[in-house]
């Protein structure tokens, strides 16, 4: 009878080690794909200036600058280091990841045999008024130690494809993380450079009030001459009270920068501080330059180096598998199981050669009838696979589109930069020369006042414009995946690693 109980597992390992996985194998989606972007980058910055970017491939682990890099700017570069360590956004994505890794490493320990150990020692006494019991009014002791081991052949692939959704679902969660990164640094990026116009839009102001603080003492001293109108200085002191309302206006949004970037990079606002250069400083680090070096290659490698992209097409993989999971609850279960152990009911006999015991058997389980549990089942995890197709479709939509957006944006933001400039050459001109005909009394101040004002407004506007285009410079590295490639996903090993 042993020997047949033997003979019987032998032959059901060997059937589970052929066992099959029943369920869909796993397919990439297809997704509309252009053969290339409808706008063009622009074509104002050096050729060199690209050498550190290209389009990624799913094997190309060679490493890259951070693409913060290209903007050439050491303050910036010291601040996107910290994001990755500080950034308490980045580190909740990379307990998830580590949760995520940690569930894969479980459901690939269901491969192997479980075995669990008991010792127990116990008393025990039946009642004297029990009749025809030869313990009756005895006192038994026992004593007990066993071991058990049982394992689940994968016969339909269950286990297999509960470890394949699992190892998806991690893969998904570190490239959250590296989204979550790519977030906050072009977040930071974003906010550094507003900051850089803020303050160039500051030193604007204060120059202009110097100009107009010398205006005021010169429509004063002409007052005083009788050459000038009462009316004259009340339009100069009126114009420098304005723009003394904007320039102190212009503190509550550079505070707010600064404390964003201070939370970006994991600090307290209270205790941070950041001075910056204007944004188009002499000697400062300039970023227009940057502007144009960041070639967007072909549509179809953003599949491969848009971390969100790569997300969702992992969790489309992930759910494929609980497909195969559900289907699998179809078949029987089939469970093997061995006990054995020393038990006595004296201590001086309790670890010798009769007190041992043993069962060895398999068990086999199947649900006979359960009025479409199962199937209900299988349905959902059809319909959450198609789900996640259609968002893993719609991910790779918006990024085209993202890209699209920004490329679009920085063409039109560098012809309209081009014309704004002009622009406020223009108008320095009039005012120049407005400013002569009312020193030789040919005109009144208010002349003088609205070309000044012409003037402020259109330099205002020219900074403004190359904000928008350093936001639509970092919008277009996100959307281009920031140097990042599928090939920084973990693979199989690295995700059932446990630390």
Request: include cysteine.
């Amino acid at each position: 009878m042993r020997r047949a109980s033997l003979e019987l597992v032998a032959s059901l390992t060997i059937a589970a080690l052929g066992g099959c996985a029943v369920g869909p194998d796993y397919v990439r989606p297809e997704t509309s794909t252009p053969a290339a972007y409808k706008s063009q980058m622009p074509l104002d910055a050096p050729a060199s200036a690209s050498q550190d970017w290209k389009p990624a491939q799913p094997a190309d682990a060679k490493p890259r600058a951070p693409w913060w890099e290209v903007y050439g700017d050491p303050q910036l570069n010291a601040l996107e280091e910290r994001v990755a360590t500080a950034n308490q956004t980045v580190a909740a994505a990379a307990a998830r990841f580590r949760g995520a890794r940690a569930a894969a490493a479980q459901a690939r320990s269901a491969y192997f045999p479980t075995i669990t150990a008991n010792a127990a020692f116990n008393q025990s006494r039946v009642s004297s008024n029990v009749l025809y019991k030869s313990s009756a009014g005895v006192t038994v002791p026992d004593y007990l130690i066993d071991a058990q081991i049982s394992w689940e052949p994968d016969l339909w692939g269950r286990i297999s494809r509960a470890v394949e959704g699992g190892r998806a679902e991690a893969q998904a969660s570190a490239a959250d993380l590296h989204s979550a990164i790519l977030s906050m640094q072009a977040e930071l990026a974003t906010d550094y450079f507003d900051l850089r116009g803020i303050v160039e839009e500051e030193r604007l102001l204060q120059a202009t009030l110097q100009a107009y603080e010398k205006a005021l003492a010169l429509t004063r001293d002409r007052f005083a001459g009788g050459v000038a109108a009462e009316s004259d200085v009340a339009q100069a002191e009126e114009q420098l009270r304005a723009t003394q309302a904007q320039f102190i206006d212009l503190e509550t949004t550079r505070t707010s920068l600064v404390n964003a970037i201070a939370i970006l990079v994991g600090e307290s606002p209270s205790s941070f501080t950041l001075d910056v250069a204007p944004l188009n400083e002499a000697h400062s680090p300039h970023p227009s330059a940057a502007l144009a070096v960041l070639p967007p290659g072909v549509p179809s490698a953003l599949l491969e180096r848009r971390p969100d992209v790569a997300a969702a097409e992992r969790r489309v993989a992930e759910a494929n598998a609980r497909v195969g999971v559900a289907t699998a609850a179809f078949f029987p279960n089939l469970l093997l199981a061995a006990t054995g152990g020393l038990e006595a009911t004296r201590f001086s006999s309790w670890l010798e050669a009769p007190s041992r015991f043993w069962s060895l058997g398999p068990q086999l389980a199947f649900t006979v009838l359960d009025f479409g549990g199962r199937a209900a089942a299988r349905d959902a995890a059809r319909a959450d696979y198609d789900e996640k197709v259609a968002d893993y479709r719609q991910t790779v939509l918006t990024a085209f589109g993202q890209v699209e957006d920004n490329l679009n944006a920085l063409e039109v933001l560098r012809r309209e930069s081009e014309a704004q400039r002009d622009a406020v050459d223009a108008a320095q001109r009039a005012l120049g020369k407005v400013s002569n005909r009312y020193e030789n009394g040919a005109i009144t101040y208010l002349s003088v006042v609205v070309t000044q004002a012409i003037v402020l407004s259109d330099q205002r506007t020219a900074v403004r414009i190359e904000r928008r285009r350093m936001a639509a410079s970092v919008a277009l590295v996100k959307a281009l995946g920031g140097g990042w490639t599928t090939a920084e996903l973990p693979n199989p090993e690295e995700v059932s690693r446990r630390d």
